[in-house]
């Protein structure tokens, strides 16, 4: 089942064109990757799809099961990001804000998702440490954590392995690999081709101005 589907979608910024004659769809249950140069319209398109910026043409149909419950974004890191002065539990706890509605507190159960995404990322023992001690890979988890928080069945994710050495590059890309396989939908910004190939159950790469479905 198609979560959203893209109908001769184009994309930009103003009146400038990114990319044009997009056709393509994200199915449920999907490791989708992006990839592609810098200035091919990754982020670009991402954020159009997201609702952030509007189509320049053509249309996005959203099925009833992307909505902003089930959807968790989590964009690149900014330096001012890795040093913020919070506790991983804050971090991590404060992606259950959108569940609260009208109601001013953290209920039992916003607690125990988020100790749950701790434990579910291996980062339980550090929900007591700053954020800024960590390490850039642990900090990765943490902000992965805090986005599960918020996404009841599907992660955007803007480059999450940037920065990275190959190491911490292939746990990362395994850790969403195996979230996928839990039945967490997943559409993914890379540069990573080899990463994509391996992981990715669909490929979208972009070009200047061109695009092709890899698979």
Known sequence: MALLECKNLCVGYGSKIVQENLDFSVEKGDYFFMIGENGSG?????????????????????????????????????????????????????GCQSNLGLFPFYRKSDRDLAMSNLARLGIQDFAKRAFKELSGGQQQRVLLARTLCAASSVLVLDEPAKGFDAEITEIMYGLVYELNKEGMTVITISHDLEAASKYGSRVLKLGKRSWEVLK
Not at 65 to 94: C, D, H, M
Request: charged residues 20%; aromatic residues 12%.
């Open 42 to 94: 990754k982020s670009t398109l991402m954020k159009t799809m997201l609702g952030f910026i509007k189509p320049l043409g053509g249309t996005i149909e959203y099925s009833p099961e992307w909505n902003r419950k089930s959807v968790g974004y989590l964009p690149q890191t900014s330096e001012i990001q890795k040093t913020f002065p919070a506790t991983v539990w804050e971090i991590v706890l404060s």
